[in-house]
């Protein structure tokens, strides 16, 4: 589920509905239903799975992380595409989430963009957990 997912920007409910699903997978394989009244924080106990949301925010960071110490050796077109900022405004209302949106809100736990440049101390930050 979580291919492709490192630069999609997630709404809270697009986040809900794909852990929904993954429970409905994890019941699945684990020959479960819901009539059988068992917890979701024991079948991911069973499984040791985490949370989707935690598995995405993880991933999300660790691609940010790759882009920014991509752009020590040469010019990198996707550490440009991060700091470029677009000319004019964005439209009226709710505005669209966007990738470096996501990667703020993901890094207020207590990370800053310059962590980034040393692999081995960003890996341990942005971990969420052991599996």
């Known amino acids: 589920m979580l291919y492709g ?3 999609v920007p ?17 019941r ?13 924080y024991c079948i991911r106990g069973t499984t040791h799975v985490r949370r989707f949301g935690d598995k995405a925010r993880e991933d999300r960071l660790r691609w940010f992380g790759y882009v920014r ?6 010019e990198y077109v996707g550490s440009k595409m991060l700091d470029m900022d ?4 964005r439209k009226r209302g709710k505005p669209k989430r ?7 809100r993901n890094m207020e736990v207590g990370v800053t963009e310059e ?15 052991d599996s």
């Open 10 to 26: 997630l709404t809270k409910k697009q986040e809900a509905e794909l852990e929904v699903a993954e429970l409905k997978m994890l």
């Open 98 to 104: 966007r990738f470096m949106d996501a990667v703020k």
């Open 115 to 129: 962590d980034a440049k040393d692999r081995a101390h960003w890996r341990r930050v942005i971990c969420c957990g």
């Open 69 to 74: 110490r991509s752009d020590e050796g040469y």
């Open 28 to 40: 699945f394989a684990l020959g479960v239903t819901r009539m059988d009244k068992i917890r979701n």
């Open 5 to 7: 997912m490192e630069t």
């Open 86 to 89: 677009l000319p004019g405004r």
